[in-house]
């Protein structure tokens, strides 16, 4: 664009009202920015906008790609260029599949496929008719990944905990570290186990390795070839890698190159959610999803969601200057989603050039963070209230839960929504002498600790209610935040759908492995070469 996005809104966002002012001169000023869509309900009126700034954000949306990028992205375009892939995961929720190809390939009719596989398995599973090779039902199902084939469907099985149904346990391995499959095998019989290795390429070399190690753990106990391809299974492209591990074809679930892996929850990614609760139950996931999509491929920005917050979102960044978010969801069983979410839009936005290569010359992504509430409110809310950092927030709530403990939840309730009114109202110097005088402080006493006990409001919070915290409303819930990010993609015009920033790492790690198992000297800086030596150091001395 012509003008930087900083260069637009930051003299806007100078002349903003104080937030006690805007709802002191608009009663209305709750209903008037809020909308809801899906079960979700949602209140921006606690943001620092006036009806001139939200024009002006609405104006932005307008001239920005978005539409024709959700144009692209439906049509099947390579919207992800540096990888010239289309990007499709929305397509893994619909219901009506028919005509649906992309470069020839009948894309529904896999997907219907990839389904009925998943289904077919998960209903051995359940009934304890997948018999291991010792003549045994399998007991616990073991998932391997890492990043988007961890995160999503990890988050989704805690969130969804009252729906479980599976009489099968469910344990997840990501970290390289030994101590995650360790810790795993030690209360597990190899007999009764089944391993699935998520991996698009079949190389990710977490996943690999902690593959190896739990293949090494059966072999261990006595398990041949044919009792490996009994008990693993994958979802990859590589089929060939994963033949050459030990896994059947028939053992495969598809994974596609227009799905990335942060966005993978819909496909067979999402099995680890299916598994515990249920075939019918993951449907209604992808449901919510699919009308969350439906919402924002066809509303007007004014009440879109996802384009409300995602706006919200460029606004703090380059009109305030905010470089973090919090993302506090009041439930316990969300707890997982700030840690999803991170992924989400740090991946996904966290970049330096545009499209086409250029130099970005606005800030993009936030540092996302967060916690269960109230948890929060003993440890960094501190932070959120009286420091002099502006740290845009998200509130989550469910109105309706799966526990009878009734009071506690609206005791819930009375904490999220009084953190949301301090956060805006903050107290001042005024009231809070005056707080210190009616508990019996003397006035110099009062003088003393009145100024501790300011807070400068003012701090920016949305919040949304769920109707209920079941498979639809989170499906819905988790396509809100995935779109929200395709959106503020749009508007800082770069990729949302490549992470070539996570391979420089990967690189550099090869050559420090070689050094660390002493097959090569290696050529490093001095930090890293005294690292390598301090541990080479402690190892030896073991």
């Known amino acids: 664009m012509s003008i930087t996005l900083s260069a637009l809104l930051q003299p806007l966002a100078q002349q903003q009202p104080p937030l006690r002012e805007l709802f002191a ?39 920005s790609p978005i539409k024709q990028l959700c144009q692209q992205m439906q049509a099947g375009a390579a919207i992800n260029n540096t990888e010239q892939r289309a990007v499709w995961h929305t397509r893994l929720r619909q219901q009506n599949l028919s005509n649906l190809s992309l470069d020839g390939e009948d894309i529904g009719a896999a997907i219907l496929a990839c389904r009925e ?55 997840f391995a990501g970290n390289i570290d030994g101590a995650v499959v360790s810790d795993i095998t ?98 209604q996931l992808l449901n919510g999803a699919a009308d969350m999509d439906q919402h924002f491929f066809s509303t007007p920005f004014s009440e879109n969601l996802p384009v409300i917050l995602a706006l919200l979102g460029v606004w703090y960044i380059n009109g305030f200057g905010c470089q973090a ?6 439930s316990h069983y969300l707890r997982l989603l700030p840690s ?71 005791r819930l309730a009375a904490h999220c929504f009084a953190q949301t009114q301090a956060l805006m109202q903050g107290k001042t110097l005024q009231e809070a002498t005056a707080e210190c005088l009616a508990q019996g402080l003397s006035e110099q006493a009062a003088a003393a600790l009145a ?43 770069l990729n949302s759908f490549d992470q070539w920033g996570v391979e420089l790492g990967k690189q550099l790690s090869g050559p420090i492995y070689q050094a660390l198992s002493g097959k090569t000297s290696g050529n490093f800086d001095s930090s890293t070469a005294r690292l390598i030596a301090h541990f080479l150091e402690s190892r030896a001395a073991q």
């Open 117 to 171: 596989k998943m289904a077919a398995l998960i209903t051995q599973l359940h009934q304890q008719q997948y018999i291991g090779y010792q003549g045994q039902p399998i007991t616990d199902v073991v998932w391997v990944g890492i990043g988007g084939s961890l995160l999503g469907p990890q988050m989704a099985v805690e969130a969804l905990t009252p729906y479980h149904c599976s009489p099968v346990k469910l344990h």
């Open 340 to 410: 999803y979410v991170q992924q989400l839009d740090m991946e996904s936005n966290g970049k330096s050039v545009d499209r086409a290569g250029h130099a970005l010359t606005d800030a993009t992504a936030p540092v996302i963070w967060g916690d269960a509430g109230t948890n929060g409110q003993h440890a960094y809310h501190q932070l959120l209230h009286q420091s002099q950092l502006k740290v845009p927030a998200d509130f989550i709530l469910p109105l309706q839960v799966s526990h009878n403990l009734s009071d506690q939840h609206q």
């Open 325 to 330: 978010q919090a993302l506090l969801p009041y």
């Open 451 to 493: 100024p501790h006990k300011v807070s400068p409001g003012n701090k920016p919070s949305n919040t949304l209610l769920l109707d209920e915290l079941s498979p639809y409303h989170l499906g819905a819930l988790i396509a809100l935040y995935e779109h929200k990010v395709f959106c503020q993609g749009a508007i800082w015009e």
């Open 186 to 283: 030690q209360a597990l019989n190899p007999a009764t186990t089944l391993v699935i290795v998520a991996s698009k390429s079949f190389g990710t070399e977490e996943t690999k390795q902690n593959a190896l190690a739990l293949r090494q753990w059966f072999q261990d106990a006595g398990a041949d070839s044919s009792a490996i391809a009994q008990h693993f299974w994958a979802t990859s492209s590589n089929i060939q890698a994963a033949a050459d591990f030990g896994i059947i074809e028939q053992h495969i679930l598809p994974m596609w190159d227009w799905v990335g892996g942060r966005y993978s929850l819909w496909s067979a990614i999402g099995f680890p959610v299916a598994l515990m609760i249920g075939n019918d139950a993951f449907a």
């Open 25 to 63: 001169a608009e009663p209305g000023r709750a209903k008037r920015f809020s909308a809801k869509a899906c079960g979700i309900y949602l209140d921006y009126s606690k943001n620092l906008i006036d009806e001139q700034s939200w024009q002006t954000l609405q104006q932005l949306a307008a001239q």
